[in-house]
């Protein structure tokens, strides 16, 4: 080696090239890598949170329908005109009485829904479900020792939460 190859300890100083140069790049780097916080990991477990609670809370979440009010209601008979009338619903949310088509009780569970009056003369059946929140549809029967039997198709929309019937 000349001596124009070699760098004397002063040209070394001035280039900022110790003897040791290279194995302190080497360690700030790795000490970089090791200190590096992992944002990625982080927002992927943030966005999966935050998937899971739209889904609990939207798709998931159960219904709550509360048929107390007052309904206009179309009947649908076999072989009649329409029907249009106004029932009224007290109680809880899951049973009580109704008043319009006759009186009788009623009975909720999930979507489905049943009411009718049942007497030792008459026997009036509505079943159906919730189709929203504030409307509901259905079949029905009316079996009476004064009447021939019907049945036909009901669809009622909410139009009052209160009763109407105290």
Do not use: C
């Not at 999966?48 to 798709?59: D, R, S």
């Not at 008979?77 to 949310?93: A, N, Q």
């Amino acid at each position: 080696m000349g001596s124009s190859e070699r760098l004397t300890g002063l040209d070394r100083a001035e280039t900022g090239q110790t003897p040791h140069f290279r194995e302190a790049e080497q360690e700030k780097q790795v000490g970089k890598a090791a200190r590096k916080f992992p944002w990625l990991l982080v927002g992927g477990i943030v966005a999966g949170a935050a998937a899971g609670a739209f889904l609990i809370f939207t798709v998931f979440k159960k219904k709550d329908y509360d048929i107390r009010g007052t309904w206009d209601m179309d009947l649908y008979l076999t072989e009649e005109p329409l029907r249009t009338l106004r029932i009224y619903f007290k109680g809880s949310k899951t049973k009580g009485e109704y008043n319009g088509a006759g009186h009788g009780s009623y009975s909720v569970e999930g979507k489905k829904v049943r009411f009718g009056n049942f007497t030792h003369a008459t026997n009036l059946n509505f079943t159906g479900e919730f189709d929203s929140r504030e409307t509901m549809s259905g079949s029905y029967s009316l079996d009476s020792a004064w009447v021939p039997a019907k049945t036909g198709a009901w669809w009622a929309r909410k139009i009052s939460s209160n009763t109407g019937a105290e």
